[in-house]
């Protein structure tokens, strides 16, 4: 994604040469960005047209997205732009979609916890994917919307009552998560972050998300008591933005980098890319929880492998049991929903 997105950057600098890349050894690929006129949505949808894999993006969102699409239709990338906007245009905005990524919702505000956003998130999630079981089965689903841990679980209860759930094509998207675990881990042990790599595992909220910093590389010598700050500080990570925007709303920026770095994962995946690999929070069977996020290997049917958790420290091996209840309360709370409703 770095590497593509400086190549769009560059290209732009150039515009004589303006296809630094050849569009036919590229395949066609549809991503849909559904919330795309808000905090999160906008900057993301920036990002996926600077994406050279993407061929067209289709913008919806219940308000906005025609000023949004024509604004980011006018960047010199390969992409078509099309905005989208109310019920009767979120088929045309889904149909042939590869892709399809959801920030739509809403955020928190300082005091709430992301499952205060349950009551209205869920059943925007929910109708959002009963539209995608219509009009793209088949796509690759990129839950954004929080609270995580119970809409992945909700997605997959509405494809399964659809007939079309494929657990190996919906994600949780905890990329944010291992972006902040990088940036601070490489602040503490004075490396370069763009040489660094920290798992994350577990799900999206508090306690469930787990940094594995004893897998961190490169190496760095860490006393128990940072690795402690460190852990705590990727935990609050979202509390610590929405504190700072003081009723502003949450993470909206380094989200669009992370889910950006998510869906090129994802697109180079679906091209045969090998060897792309991702923490998400997927369908498992590495713990006793259902849905559980780690490394995953993303292929051309979306989840290639579920890779395991590899050594844990004793006191990873600690927080795995305290998140166990948490999420395992926040997925059953997400199917009942969904079954009920
Ligand atoms: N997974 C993660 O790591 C993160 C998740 N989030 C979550 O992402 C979500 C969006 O956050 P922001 O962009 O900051 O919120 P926002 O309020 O700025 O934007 C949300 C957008 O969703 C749209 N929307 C609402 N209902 C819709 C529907 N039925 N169909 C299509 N669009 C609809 C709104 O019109 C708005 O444009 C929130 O739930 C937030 O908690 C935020 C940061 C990180
Ligand atoms: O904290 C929030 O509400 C938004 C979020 O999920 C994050 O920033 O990780």
Redesign the pocket.
């Known amino acids: 994604m770095r590497s593509s997105l400086l190549r769009s950057v560059k290209t732009l600098a150039r515009p004589t040469t303006a296809r630094a890349y050849s569009v036919d050894s590229v395949p066609s690929r549809k991503v849909t960005v ?2 795309a ?5 906008q900057p993301l949808s920036l990002l996926m047209k600077l994406n050279p894999l993407v061929s067209q993006l289709a913008l ?5 997205t025609p000023g949004v699409a024509a604004d980011v239709s006018h960047i010199n990338s390969r992409s078509e732009v099309a905005g989208y906007m109310g019920d009767d245009q979120l088929g045309l905005a889904l149909e042939g979609s590869d892709v399809v990524i959801i ?6 505000k300082p005091g709430m916890t ?1 499952d205060d ?1 349950f009551n209205i ?1 869920a059943g ?1 999630v929910k ?2 994917c009963t539209a995608i079981a219509k009009y793209c089965p088949h796509a690759i689903v990129n839950m ?3 609270p ?1 841990n119970s809409t992945v679980p909700i997605a997959a209860e509405v494809f399964k009552k659809a007939g079309i759930y494929d657990e190996k094509k919906l994600f949780g ?2 990329t ?1 998560d291992v972006v902040r675990a990088k940036t601070f881990y490489a602040g503490k042990a004075n490396v370069n972050v763009a040489e660094v790599n920290v798992p994350v595992v577990g799900g ?1 909220a508090g306690v469930t998300i787990l940094p594995l910093f004893s897998q961190a590389t490169p190496k760095a010598n860490l006393s128990q008591d940072d690795i402690q700050a460190l852990t705590k500080r990727t935990q609050d990570g ?1 509390t610590e933005v929405v504190e700072a925007k003081a009723g502003k ?4 920026l380094s ?1 669009a980098y ?1 889910g950006a770095i998510f869906a090129d994962a994802c697109l180079k995946g679906l091209n045969g890319v090998p060897d792309v690999v991702e923490c998400s929070y997927v369908q498992s069977t590495i713990t006793e929880l259902p849905f559980f996020a780690s490394k995953v290997r993303l292929g051309k049917n979306g989840v290639e492998e579920v890779l395991g958790l590899g050594p844990l420290s004793d006191y990873e091996k600690g927080g795995l049991e305290k998140l166990k209840p948490e999420l395992k309360s926040s997925i059953e709370k997400g199917i009942e929903f969904a079954k009920k409703n």
Do not use: E, F, K, Q
């Open positions: 559904l919330g006129a808000g905090g999160i949505g919806y969102d219940i308000g906005g920030p739509a919702g809403v955020p928190r992301r956003l998130n925007i109708s959002l954004i919307s929080n995580v998207v905890t944010l999206h979202g709303g949450s993470a909206t989200m992370a």
